[in-house]
Nanobody
Framework: QVQLVESGGGLVQAGGSLRLSCAAS????????MDWYRQVPGKQRDLVAR???????NYADSVKGRFTISRDSAKNTGYLQMSALKPEDTAVYYC???????????WGKGTQVTVSS
């Protein structure tokens, strides 16, 4: 199995930046995709950004051009660089990893991001 621990959340003013980190441990060689999701109370958890082991990325339309997903394999850590933050980006951000078949799914416990106007 894979264990994920997020960090880097916090309070930031609109227009500011934050970098979230996701430290992975365990069977990390099985990881095919590493994603970031976000969730606000009362709503579903939505995909923000996805990175495959081959380097392919995709982003939610709402964050394109502002967020960048990356991964440092040497450090077993994934990142989400968030810039030009908006109040509507306020949410709990979750790191997620899965293997190629989807049989392995791991979630972190989340980190709160709050953007003030």
């Amino acid at each position: 199995q894979v264990q994920l621990v997020e960090s880097g959340g916090g309070l930031v003013q609109a227009g500011g930046s934050l970098r979230l980190s996701c430290a992975a441990s365990g069977s990390i060689h099985n990881i095919y995709t590493m994603d970031w999701y976000r969730q606000v109370p009362g709503k579903q958890r939505d995909l923000v950004a996805r990175l495959t082991s081959g380097g392919s990325t995709n982003y939610a339309d709402s964050v394109k051009g502002r967020f960048t997903i990356s991964r440092d394999s040497a450090k077993n850590t994934g990142y989400l660089q968030m810039s030009a933050l908006k109040p509507e980006d306020t949410a709990v951000y979750y790191c997620h990893a899965s293997d190629y078949s989807g049989a392995m799914n791991a979630w972190g416990k989340g980190t709160q991001v709050t953007v003030s106007s």
